[in-house]
């Protein structure tokens, strides 16, 4: 199973994707549905827990679900949150660790737009979040 494998995912963007071992943290470019990025050679077979693809508009979250043997795509853009209520999408930037921004490839922030909405109780939750690089033109 290729856990990567989607077409759904921006052309070129950057991958987070959550290893036991590590995570990796890097450019890529989509090749025939699969991302190509540098990474750790070893892990290049290995399939990580969760997997965010993602450029400035969109973003595509996969997730292993090892209790039920599936995994899920989910699939965030930006067009969306035109369309929600702007009192419920908060977006906030957030640093990335300089171990990741030394080589100058990846942005020294990301921009992470919280979704909320109101339960049946009138309680407010988080419902989802998008991450997005920033509009940094780095890509």
Not at 132 to 139: D, K, M, P, R, W
């Given at each position: 199973m290729n856990l990567f494998l989607t077409r759904n995912a921006p052309a070129r963007g950057y991958i987070l994707a959550y290893y036991p071992e590590r995570l990796v943290f890097e450019p890529y470019v989509l090749r025939e549905g699969v991302p190509v990025f540098e990474g750790c050679e070893a892990l290049r077979e290995a399939v990580p827990q969760e997997c965010h693809l993602f450029d400035d508009n969109r973003e595509v979250r996969i997730i292993r679900r090892e209790s039920v043997g599936d995994t899920l795509e989910l699939i965030l853009t930006e067009e969306e949150e035109r369309g929600m209520d702007p009192d419920l999408v908060f977006p906030e930037e957030v640093l990335v660790k300089p171990e990741y921004t030394a080589t100058g490839r990846l942005p020294g922030k990301l921009k992470i737009i919280n979704r909320y909405r109101y339960t049946e109780y009138d309680t407010l939750t988080l419902d989802n979040y998008r991450i997005?690089?920033?509009?940094?033109?780095?890509?």
């Open positions: 997005s690089s920033l509009n940094t033109g780095a890509l």
